[in-house]
């Protein structure tokens, strides 16, 4: 089995800037893709950022330029680091992790994070 736990969120002014972690915890896996989701009130959950194992980013229109993504495989971590913050990126933020099994690399899963709230707000 693994975890995904997520640290970073909070209050924060328009401008301002903070740094979401995620770790994965568990044994005998590999961490294929992973990266961050958002979902605002009313809305569909959409793509943040995504960073492959080789370390290879995307980012969604919305937060490219403002927004940097990165990975410690060895921690299996992932941290999205935004500035420049926008009322609109208040939102619940959830780590996502494509995850294979180390014996039977062929099978994966998509491991979710409990959530955690960004609240932009002056």
């Known amino acids: 089995q693994v975890q995904l736990v997520e640290s970073g969120g909070g209050l924060v002014q328009p401008g301002g800037s903070l740094r979401l972690s995620c770790a994965a915890s568990?044994?005998?896996?590999?961490?294929?893709?992973m990266g961050w989701y958002r979902q605002a009130p009313g809305k569909q959950r959409e793509l943040v950022a995504i960073?492959?194992?080789?370390?290879?980013?995307n980012y969604a229109d919305s937060v490219k330029g403002r927004s940097t993504i990165s990975r410690d495989n060895a921690k299996n971590t992932v941290v999205l680091q935004m500035d420049s913050l926008k009322l609109e990126d208040t939102a619940v933020y959830y780590c996502?992790?494509?995850?294979?099994?180390?014996?039977?690399?062929?099978?994966?899963?998509?491991?979710w994070g409990q959530g955690t709230q960004v609240t932009v707000s002056s």
């Open positions: 568990g044994s005998r896996f590999s961490i294929n893709d």
């Open positions: 996502n992790a494509v995850i294979s099994s180390v014996v039977v690399p062929a099978i994966s899963m998509t491991y």
């Open positions: 960073i492959t194992r080789s370390g290879i980013p």
